[in-house]
């Protein structure tokens, strides 16, 4: 158990509203991530972040943001969330060293109607 | 660009064999590689991580095995069980940026009693 939970883990929304998933770890890993999963595409990166206020974007990073305010939590956030949206969004974390693994929290699965 | 393509893509066998699950990337400039198992409707879960140093890294039935000369990785499953199935996710570094994994589509394996 790499102590990582994502809360809610299941929410259905409708389109345009906005939507903040968080994610949240007990080990004080620096690097933290945002993926989504799709039928098809496998996993893709949304945002990672390095530390504290530190992020960068990842390879579908249109429509998200994230922030990182304390170690523990980053939260990613669906200004106005679209349809295409609908996904299984998961948080992964790493230590700082290059020959850390990366661990994968349970998931969130969004529906955007 | 790092790419990543794991063959099969699907496997189904029989109870007790043996299992070679193969992962060929791109950019052989990398620090470490890892496999990865996904049961369905779950998250992930870390089985191996392989540095570039080592040739092998086994856990228990689990052996993987790196060869960066030729861009590949090997997961091998002995004695599979029914419990093995799941699909298995390889995912080397990004080409430049070991901050970021890249990620094949896996192999859906299934093992029948």
């Known amino acids: 158990d790499a102590g990582i939970t994502q809360s809610p883990r299941h929410k259905v929304t409708e389109t345009g509203t906005p939507v903040t998933l968080r994610c949240h770890q007990t080990?004080?890993?620096?690097?933290m991530y945002w993926y989504r999963q799709d039928p098809g595409h496998g996993l893709r990166l949304i945002h990672y972040?390095?530390?504290?206020?530190?992020?960068d974007k990842g390879e579908v990073s249109d429509g998200y943001s994230v922030s990182r305010s304390k170690t523990e939590d980053f939260l990613l956030t669906l200004e106005s969330a679209t349809s295409s949206q609908t996904s299984v969004y998961f948080c992964?974390?790493?230590?700082?060293?290059?020959?850390?693994?990366?661990?994968f929290g349970p998931g969130t699965r969004l529906t955007v109607l | 660009k790092q790419e990543v393509t794991q063959i099969p893509a699907a496997l189904s066998v029989p109870e007790g064999e043996n299992l070679v699950l193969n992962c060929s990337f791109t950019?052989?400039?990398?620090?470490?590689l890892q496999w990865f198992r996904q049961d369905p409707g779950k998250g992930l879960t870390s089985l191996l991580l392989?540095?570039?140093s080592q040739r092998e890294q086994t856990s228990g039935r689990l052996n993987a095995s790196l060869d960066k000369s030729s861009g590949r990785s090997t997961l091998y499953i002995a004695a599979s069980q029914p419990g093995d199935s799941a699909t298995y996710l390889c995912?080397?570094?990004?080409?430049?940026?070991?901050?970021?994994?890249?990620w094949g589509l896996g192999t859906s394996l299934a093992v029948n009693p």
């Open positions: 992964a974390i790493k230590g700082a060293d290059q020959y850390n693994e990366q661990f």
């Open positions: 080990e004080n890993h620096r690097y």
């Open positions: 972040s390095y530390g504290v206020k530190d992020t």
């Open positions: 950019d052989s400039a990398i620090y470490n």
């Open positions: 392989i540095q570039s």
């Open positions: 995912a080397p570094p990004s080409a430049g940026n070991n901050r970021k994994l890249i």
